[in-house]
Structure formats: C-alpha cells, structure tokens
C-alpha cells in the first residue's frame, strides 16, 4: 500500500509529482480551494476554469500544468461540488473528492493533498480516500513493466495545518489500517478462482494471521462431516477442491462486546447443477466478498486493539456441477438438524450461511452479523451501490448508522412474515428457494430461520461488493472492498458503549 503522512508544508514548495487541490462550485462559477495555496496561483486557475471545462463538481478530476509557481510537477483540480449549509464539504465527499484523484495517478510516484480540512476527522477521510484510491491488482500482470504503468502511487503526503497534533496522526493511522483491510479484501475479491480455492483461502487467513495474536482454526471436509456441517458440504460436494469452514478469533482481554461475523465464501458460484448462463458467469469469481470482508474486519479489530472479542465465520465452498455434486430435490441437513430441500442449487450461499450462523451462535455472541454475496435480486431492488440490511430492527439500524458513519451505503430492507411461507418443502423443514418477487427478503427469510432470537443483521452486498463498470470516486474496477468499514466503524461503536 502506499506510504501516508501527514505533513505542514505549504504546498507551492512541494516536490512532488502531483499536488492534488479542490474546486468547488460557487454562486459566481468555480472556486479553487486548498490549504495555503498562493493567491496568483488561485486566480489564474480560477480565471482558467470555464475555458477548460472546470466546474468543480463532484467527481470531477482535471489534471494541468502545474506552472512556474509551483514546484509540483502537475495540478490536479478535483471537484467538490458545492459547500453544505454549515460552509463544509461532508466527510465522503472529500473522500471521494481525494481518491478519485489519487486513482487517476498511476504513473505518478508521488502525491501531496492539499485539500481544505476543518479538523482531524477532515483529515482522515482525506487520508483514507486517497489510500483507498491508491489500488491496483497488478498480480496477473506479466512483465514488471506491465505492473509497474498499472501501478499505484507510492507515497502520499496529506499538507494540512493539523499534521502535527496528536489526534491528527491518530486518525490517520486508523484510516491506513483500514485502507489497509479494504485493500486486502479487494486483492482476494480479485484473485483468480482457480488460484483462490477453498483451502487456499483458509491458508491465506492463516498467513495473514500470523504475528497478530489472532487465531484461525480450519474445519475441512472430515472435520465438517463430524461436526454436522450439512450445508457447506453439499455445496462443495461437485468440487474436486474440498470446502472449509474458518474460524477467526479476535480475543481481547476483558472485551466490552462479544460480536460475531460471518462471510458467505463461495470461491467461485457456477450455479452447480442449477447452472447459470454463461454470460457474466466470470464475475462469480467475487461469490467469496462476504467472507473476505469478514476476515480482514477482525483482523483490522486486532490491529486497532479494540476492546471487542470479534469471531469471524468464513463460509467457504465451490459451488461446481460435476458428478458428485448436490442435485436439485436432494435434501440435506444443516448442522443443529434442520432439513432443506435443495429446489436449486444456485441458491447455495444461504445453505453454507446457515451452518455457519448455527455455529455462531453456539458460542453466544451478543451480536452476530453476516455479510454475502447472496442474491442477485439485492441489485435489482437497490442497484450496484447500495447494500441491504435485513435483521432485528436494532441491529439493523445499527449497521446502517455505522455505514454512515463510515461512507458506505446500506439500506433497511423489511423480513416480511408472510414470504416465509413460499420456502415451504413437500418434504423438508424447509426449502431452499421461495417467491421469486422479493428474492432478497426471502434469502433473508430463509438465514433468520437459523438465528433464533440471537441479534442478528444480514447484509446482502451482492452488487456493491464487485465493480463491473468503470472506477469512481476511490472505488476501482473489480473487488471493492465493501463492508470493511462499516463492520469496522460498528465494532468500535460497540467497543465505546
Ligand atoms: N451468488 C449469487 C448471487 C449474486 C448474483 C451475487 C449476482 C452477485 C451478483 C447467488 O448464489 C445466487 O445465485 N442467487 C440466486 C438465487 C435464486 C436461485 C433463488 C439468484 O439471485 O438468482
Ligand atoms: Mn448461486
Ligand atoms: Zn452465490
């Protein structure tokens, strides 16, 4: 990840490659806003603007000639559209506003951001914004070359008048903790499914655990089998790479909350017998976001040291059809003793969800939480960008407050009651499929049978989690990250209450 200070440097004396600074939209055209900016350098920019199409909008992102004034090499101008009622620019617009154009800069080695910032927590989103836009997934790229055109800046130096105060540089520090668990959940998002398989995952989670004093346990097929895990093991059973469940444990000391997660990881989702179309099939690869998520949150809880125990479930299966895979009417029994008959097998993620909720919840959390890739009807009820929450109305507003919080959109999203009846089996507890209207609720449905009355939310991140059209604001092409932040913001809410 790119190298992030903080510093106080006036920013027409800065060497660097590119100095990023705001426009904003005024009453009389665009304004050029930045920390300490010289006062000619702002007029003949804000004298320039209409010609070069400037009008300080929202992801807006134009890069000129720095001129003689400055010691940077370009100008980048990045929009910030127009100031609030109380003379501010929200949180995630300067996020945005600063990842977008650091995004823009690959090529570029180093960046200072010279964007206003009223206080710390100004500070840091500027500092996080532009780290989250400082991504690429160079991994498959084959020549050094290649990865490096591609490749992200290197250092970042946020000049703010704040940069020496003690609270500054704690807020920063957080936010390169978390761009770091984003980053890190995008690159396994990203990672090729025949490459990121099952029991790879499980040792990646190893890996990344070592040192923190977290701790992985992995339950592969024999340990699945004994243990009851019906619903994992018939989704990987057509896969001749095993499913696993993984357990990640954040324990604390003297914790002021037990929370529980658990990330739906389908490492690649064929649909199984249930096939799917093969146009866009190639984005199934992301089946596995809810789990990655869940991982780098509790390992991002550890390294911030929060006074909350945090279990990570991690849900982790190839849904494939092949010989020895699960067939539609077959039914299967999830651990705990709950049958369901499988009506479609590329309704898989509520299956291995269930075991793993069950196993959850054995270990009495206050709270649990699960985050899936899980329908592809969460889009069309809300899009590519916004989420949904399902769950105790609690909990539910829980989540959506620390997504605020965070910068991340989640929506509440209803369990109504009398959905739950289309899931009826002929011959199960229950079936895995219901109503097609309202497709997400009834997944949602479907997991609550699983939860008892543990406080529980859902968080279907279906489209949110995998970018498949362009880049915006910090957000890249491909695995996004989502979640993280808002599942990080809420543990520190609970941590704090
Ligand atoms: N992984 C998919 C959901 C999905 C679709 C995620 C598109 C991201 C983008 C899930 O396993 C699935 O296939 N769901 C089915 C359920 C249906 C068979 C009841 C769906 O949404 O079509
Ligand atoms: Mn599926
Ligand atoms: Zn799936």
């Not at 001129?67 to 620019?89: C, M, N, P, Y």
């Not at 990646?204 to 004994?226: H, N, P, S, Y």
């Not at 989420?387 to 959506?400: D, I, L, P, Y």
Request: hydrophobic share 45%; glycine share 12%.
């Amino acid at each position: 990840m790119a190298e992030l200070t903080l510093s106080s440097k006036n920013p027409t004396g800065v060497k660097v490659d590119a100095l990023v600074v705001g426009t904003q939209t005024t009453s009389d055209g665009v304004a050029v806003v930045g920390d300490d900016l010289p006062r000619d350098v702002v007029a003949e920019l804000e004298a320039l603007a209409p010609a070069l199409g400037i009008t300080g909008a929202r992801d807006e992102v134009r890069t000129v000639p720095a001129g003689a004034h400055l010691k940077a090499g370009v100008l980048v101008l990045t929009g910030l559209g127009a100031r609030d009622a109380s003379g501010s620019f929200p949180a995630e617009t300067l996020r945005r506003a600063a990842g977008a154009a650091v995004r823009e800069l690959t090529g570029a080695s180093s960046v200072a951001v010279a964007l206003p910032a009223a206080d710390e927590a100004e500070v840091a989103a500027i500092a996080e914004g532009a780290l989250l836009g400082a991504y690429s997934f160079t991994r498959y790229r084959e020549t050094a070359a290649g990865a490096k055109a591609a490749g992200p800046v290197a250092t970042i130096e946020v000049l703010t008048s704040l940069a020496r105060g003690a609270k500054a540089k704690a807020a920063v520090e957080r936010a390169a903790t978390i761009a770091a668990a984003v980053h890190a959940t995008r690159d396994l998002v990203n990672t090729a499914p025949n490459d990121l398989f099952p029991a790879a995952f499980a040792d990646i989670a190893k890996a990344a655990a070592k040192g923190t004093g977290v701790k992985v346990t992995v339950l592969d097929e024999k340990a699945l089998a004994a243990g009851g895990y019906g619903g994992i093991l018939a989704v990987g059973q057509g896969s001749s790479r095993g499913p696993r469940l993984v357990k990640v444990s954040y324990s604390p000391s003297r914790p002021h909350a037990k929370v529980a997660l658990v990330g739906k990881g389908i490492t690649f989702d064929s649909g199984g017998i249930s096939i799917k179309p093969a146009k866009g099939m190639e984005a199934m690869k992301s089946d596995m976001a809810g789990a990655a998520a869940v991982l780098h949150t509790v390992l991002a809880a550890s390294r911030l040291g929060l006074p909350v125990a945090v279990t990570g479930w991690l849900c982790l299966a190839e849904n494939m059809p092949s010989g020895t895979a699960q067939r539609p009417s077959d039914v299967i029994t999830i651990r705990g003793g709950k049958t369901v008959e499988v009506l479609n097998t590329d309704a898989e993620g509520r299956l291995v969800m269930a075991d793993g909720l069950v196993a959850a919840i054995e270990e009495n959390p206050d709270v649990v939480l699960d985050v899936a890739t899980l329908t592809g009807a969460q889009m069309v009820a809300l899009g590519t960008r916004v989420s949904a929450v399902m769950g105790t109305e609690s909990v539910r507003s829980e989540v959506v407050t620390a997504a605020e919080a965070a910068g991340e959109q989640f929506w509440p999203m209803p369990l109504p009651e009398e959905l739950a009846a289309s899931m009826k089996s002929k011959v199960a507890d229950i079936a895995n499929i219901g109503d097609r209207f309202g497709g997400m609720l009834v997944a949602g449905l479907f997991l609550q049978e699983f939860v008892g009355s543990t406080p529980w939310a859902h968080l279907d991140i279906a489209g949110p989690s995998f970018n498949e059209g362009s880049a915006f604001g910090y957000t890249p092409v491909g695995g996004t990250g989502v979640a993280v932040r808002t599942l990080v913001e809420l543990l520190e809410a609970r941590a704090t209450k």
